[in-house]
C-alpha cells in the first residue's frame, strides 16, 4: 500500500523558514517523480514544486521560486522542502504527492497524495 | 498565473449525469493534451480521477468520462451516487509554469 507520511508544518513568523518532510513507503520511490501541492484551508489547489526520479529536473511555481528549495533522498525514500522566508500567503495545508511518471514537466499527475501538513505564517 | 475556470457549484439527483466544465487558454487546456482531473472528499486528499484528458487510473470507476474541445476541458459522471459528492478540481499543464488548478467545483447529489 502506498503511503506517503509529511512532517514538519507548523506556526512560523512571517520571513522565518521551515522544513517539510515526507516519508514514502508502499512502492520504488526512485522510479517516480515527486511533488509538493499546497492547499489553503477552504480554498483551492496550487502546484508548489516537482523533482524528477533522480533529482535531474526541478520545477517551482513562480510564487515560491527563490524561496523554496525542493530535495529528495532516494536512500531514504523521503521527499523535502525547504521554505525560506516565509510570507502569510504560504499558510495553507502542504501535501506531498508522488507522480505518475519519472519525470517533471507535461505529464505531471499526482496518483497518490499524503494527508498533508499545515503551515500556518503568521506574527 | 490565473487558475483555469470552473463552476462554483453543480448539483444532480442519484442516478442522473452532470458535466463540469474547465476553461482555459491557449497556454494551458487549449494547447495541451495534459488535463487531469481529482477528487476530493471533506478532510480527504484529492484523488487523480482522468489524466492524460481522458484516462481513468486503475480502479476509477467508468461512470467517471472525460474530453476536450479547443480551451475547454469537461468531466461527465454518470450514474450519479451519494458518494460522488465532493469537490472536483481539474489541471492542465501550462508554459508558464508546469501545472495550473481550476478554482474547484462542489458537487452536490441532491
Known amino acids: 500500500e502506498v503511503q506517503l507520511v509529511e512532517s514538519g508544518g507548523g506556526l512560523v513568523q512571517p520571513g522565518r523558514s521551515l522544513r517539510l518532510s515526507c516519508a514514502a513507503s508502499?512502492?520504488?520511490?526512485?522510479?517516480?517523480?515527486m511533488h509538493w501541492v499546497r492547499q489553503t484551508p477552504g480554498k483551492g489547489l496550487e502546484w508548489v514544486s516537482g523533482?524528477?526520479?533522480?533529482?535531474?529536473?526541478?520545477a517551482y511555481a513562480d510564487s515560491v521560486k527563490g524561496r523554496f528549495t525542493i530535495s529528495r533522498d532516494n536512500a531514504k525514500n523521503s521527499l523535502y522542502l525547504q521554505m525560506n522566508s516565509l510570507r502569510a500567503e504560504d499558510t495553507a495545508f502542504y501535501y506531498c504527492?508522488?507522480?505518475?511518471?519519472?519525470?517533471?514537466?507535461?505529464?505531471?499527475?499526482?496518483?497518490?497524495w499524503g494527508q498533508g501538513t499545515l503551515v500556518t505564517v503568521s506574527s | 498565473q490565473s487558475a483555469l475556470t470552473q463552476p462554483a457549484s453543480v448539483s444532480g439527483s442519484p442516478g442522473q449525469s452532470i458535466t463540469i466544465s474547465c476553461t482555459g487558454t491557449?497556454?494551458?487546456?487549449?494547447?495541451?493534451?495534459?488535463v487531469s482531473w481529482y477528487q476530493q472528499h471533506p478532510g480527504k486528499a484529492p484523488k487523480l480521477i482522468i489524466y492524460?484528458?481522458?484516462k481513468r487510473p486503475s480502479g476509477v470507476s467508468n461512470r467517471f468520462s472525460a474530453f476536450k474541445s479547443g480551451n475547454t476541458a469537461s468531466l461527465t459522471i454518470s450514474g450519479l451516487q451519494t458518494e460522488d459528492e465532493a469537490d472536483y478540481y481539474c489541471s492542465s499543464y501550462t508554459t508558464s509554469t508546469t501545472r495550473v488548478f481550476g478554482g474547484g467545483t462542489k458537487l452536490t447529489v441532491l
Open positions: 492524460h484528458v481522458s
Open positions: 523533482i524528477s526520479w533522480n533529482s535531474g529536473t526541478i
Open positions: 491557449t497556454s494551458d487546456v487549449g494547447g495541451y493534451d495534459y
Open positions: 508502499g512502492f520504488t520511490f526512485d522510479n517516480y517523480a
Open positions: 504527492a508522488k507522480g505518475l511518471y519519472v519525470e517533471v514537466g507535461t505529464t505531471d499527475y499526482f496518483d497518490y
